[in-house]
């Protein structure tokens, strides 16, 4: 009986020394991130987080075990900027991007509205004008096929958009409205608006579109993490859809529930920097899971909208510079009274005046409120000069950069900007090679929230009109691993989650996507046409390929 009772006691004490995970990933192909352990083929997780990375399938019991079958695994990705519920709303909402006529853009506009048989507002769509040789549309164009629906539909850049004759009505839009400062309504050799709005004259109309419902919004969300989770995005910069309250509200009723499928960083209004200051000293800055903090201004429009601000004329408008969207002014004011509250400040600039623009307010906010880790970004950060790049570094600024726009821009930039100035368009390899903390991000809806597609173009930096086989302006292209590390570690630092995800390593959050094929050993041609097998956030199964 002894030693029966002394072999019962022996084997309860190894089964007790024995490590527990919750769930064992196995046979996997894993690129951790970790330099100090670069592959592994087995990960652990207990409680969301990592606690073992290695090669030994034993080292952890767990009473789930998945057999990654040889897959790449990569950590999880993050967008460092999206519009993520006008984006989710716009997964519903007519299809422009690809229509590649004037008379396709109509018909698709014509169907949508005819399966759509009320009076609700249309908007959205993603629509190129380029795809059809530049002709901007014109309210003629769609007035006898939208029916009751008063239309506002952004051009894919975000920074144009294109209404029909109803929604200018129901705004007061008429001959003798003039545009506002930082804006432009298109208007006709008779003084007449077409329909194109730019930039801030866009909140012309924008102020009688009514305001989503809670539930809306609701659905928006999900609808869109559920897009963004199939693509292998754990964690989300949002630069706000709906004046970024209503957005961050949205993100708050969802967190703690399990329709939180992804992280979420919200940011508001730069302009309301005072109103999150008290916010942020009330309620804190959120958690891992869900975070505020942030703020996103501008300071001009698009390339595609020609409302981007440079030093020198378009090529095709030598009469324009762009325009900086928001007063200067103020937006130097905003920002130094931000950063002195300790905020996170993120300011989009395009053109090359724009980014010089933004580098001196952030060097003089340093100057003045002393030194901190503010980490300051410039989101695009697209066309640069030598020595804007120079500044990025020795400044410590974020270049929050999207590279997937180069398909669509090399295209047609050329007729905006000279050669001197493209070869500093998305200038990805020019940054790395200065040490500038490069992040990586969508601009969803802009352009598709799948990282892959990122990847893809960062690395072949070929254009969507097939005419770059080896790249447009190929001196910028990077490798894949650069690209990996911008939509992960960057994003982490961009995120202040630093230390908490972006590598697979023990203590970090469990966050990663398993890819079915390597994107290292493929050619680089073919890395957008790889898919997520399954998508893991906080060691929860949020995706898994059928």
């Known amino acids: 009986m002894m030693r029966f009772s002394l072999l019962v006691m022996v084997v309860f004490i190894l089964s007790c020394s024995g490590k527990k995970a919750d769930k ?90 005819k399966s759509h048989p009320d009076s609700t507002w249309v908007m959205e769509g993603s629509w190129d004008h380029e795809n059809w040789g530049g002709e901007l549309p014109s309210k003629e164009w769609i007035d006898s096929v939208t029916g009751d629906h008063p239309l506002f539909i952004s051009r894919y850049d ?5 209404a029909n004759s109803k929604a200018m009505a129901l705004a007061g839009i008429t001959a003798a409205t003039p545009s506002p400062d930082g804006g432009v309504i298109g208007k006709n050799a008779k003084g007449e608006p077409t329909g194109i709005f730019k930039d801030a004259a866009m909140n012309l109309i924008n102020q009688v579109i009514p305001a989503p419902t809670t539930q809306q919004l609701d659905e928006y969300f999900d609808a869109a993490a559920k897009h963004a989770v199939e693509r292998g995005v754990t964690n989300t910069n949002d630069m706000n859809s709906y004046g970024g309250w209503a957005d961050m509200e949205t993100y708050r009723r969802a967190a703690g529930t399990d329709r939180m499928l992804l992280r979420m960083y919200s940011f508001v209004p730069l302009a309301t920097w005072e109103k999150l200051d008290s916010f942020v000293q009330k309620n804190g800055r959120g958690d891992d899971i869900l975070k505020w903090g942030g703020l996103k201004g501008y300071v001009d429009g698009s390339l595609g909208s020609t409302t981007a601000w440079f030093h020198q004329p378009y090529l095709d408008d030598p009469h324009s510079h762009g325009l900086n969207i928001t007063d200067t002014n103020l937006l130097k004011k905003w920002v130094m009274g931000a950063d002195k509250a300790g905020l996170h400040v993120a300011v989009h ?7 010089d623009f933004i580098l001196g307010v952030y060097e003089a906010a340093a100057k003045t409120n002393g030194d901190r880790d503010r980490r300051f970004r410039v989101e695009h950060a697209q066309h640069v000069s030598q020595s804007a790049i120079d500044r990025f570094a020795q400044q410590q600024v974020i270049a929050s950069m999207h590279p997937y726009h180069l398909v669509d821009d090399g295209i047609w930039a050329y007729k905006r900007l000279d050669t001197h100035r493209l070869k500093g368009t998305y200038a990805i390899k020019s940054m790395l090679d200065k040490n500038v903390m490069v992040s990586f991000g969508s601009d969803w809806p802009v352009a598709p929230i799948d990282p892959l597609f990122g990847i893809y173009a960062a690395v072949t930096r070929r254009t969507g009109d097939n005419k770059n086989p080896d790249g447009w302006y190929p001196k910028e292209k990077v490798t894949v691993e650069q690209a990996l590390r911008a939509y992960t570690t960057g994003n982490a630092f961009g995120s202040f989650l630093d230390g908490k995800i972006g590598v697979l390593k023990e203590g970090y959050y469990a966050d990663f996507a398993v890819l079915n094929e390597d994107i290292f050993k493929i050619a680089p041609e073919n890395i957008k046409s790889v898919k997520v097998a399954r998508t893991v956030m906080n060691g929860r199964d949020v995706f898994v390929a059928k």
Not at 24 to 46: H, L, M, Q
Not at 93 to 103: E, R
């Open 158 to 162: 975000g920074h144009m958009a294109f």
């Open 349 to 355: 600039a395009i053109g090359d005046r724009a980014n």
């Open 24 to 113: 064992v990933y196995f046979n996997g192909n894993i690129w951790t991130g970790d330099v100090s352990n670069p592959v592994a083929s087995v990960i652990a997780i207990k409680d969301g987080k990592i606690v073992y990375v290695g090669d030994d399938a034993d080292a952890y019991s767990a009473s789930e075990k998945i057999d990654l079958e040889g897959k790449l695994v990569v950590p999880g990705f993050t967008d460092n900027h999206t519009h993520f519920l006008s984006a989710g709303y716009g997964l519903s909402s007519v299809k422009l991007k690809d229509a590649m006529t004037k008379s396709a853009f109509i018909q698709r506009i014509a169907d949508f509205c």
